[in-house]
């Protein structure tokens, strides 16, 4: 099943994108999303996502979008969940979303890199400690040790991230 081009076409025109508009076409061919795809997509004046369903829509339509996403190596049914997750990287990069401005900085990918793994109360569980230096109130030893081991995590789950290229 492939959506007609006439129909998708319509759609899009009805909806008279500002000059500046992202139209994203969800499709497991285009480039993999990632966090500076979602820093680029959060500067634009508006962003439209275009589903496709099954085998996609018409190539034609193609000619009217100006990117071309996927969210990873897979095939769903359709567009819809790529477009959500796309929609919610970039959403929370807005303005007043997340409420705090540093919240942005310690995130995982913010840097290149995995953040530092976190931890809540109690100090102890099952026999697992809160390390020291987090509860230390140094706030330079802190920010020391979230880097070092923000690039531990890296180096151990994704490695990939630290190879140039």
């Known amino acids: 099943m492939l959506m007609k081009a006439e129909p998708v076409a319509l759609a899009l025109e009805s909806l008279r994108p500002v000059e500046g508009a992202a139209i994203v076409l969800t499709d497991p061919a285009g480039d993999r999303f990632e966090q500076r795809t979602a820093e680029d997509l959060a500067q634009r004046p508006e962003v439209v996502f275009l589903c496709g369903h099954y085998e996609g829509v018409d190539a034609r339509v193609e000619s009217l979008c100006t990117h071309f996403l996927s969210i990873g190596d897979f095939v769903l049914t359709g567009g819809e969940l790529p477009s959500l997750v796309m929609a919610d990287a ?37 026999g697992m400690s809160v390390p020291e230096v987090l509860r230390s109130g140094d706030h330079a030893r802190v920010a020391a040790y979230q880097k070092e081991a923000g690039l531990a995590r890296t180096r151990e789950r994704r490695p990939d991230l630290l190879r140039p290229g």
Do not use: K, M, Q
Not at 91 to 103: A, F, I, K, N
């Open 90 to 126: 970039v959403v929370r990069l807005l303005p007043g979303v997340l409420g705090s401005d540093e919240s942005l900085r310690a995130d995982s990918f913010a840097e290149g890199i995995l953040s530092a793994p976190n931890y809540t109360r109690p100090e102890t569980w099952r």
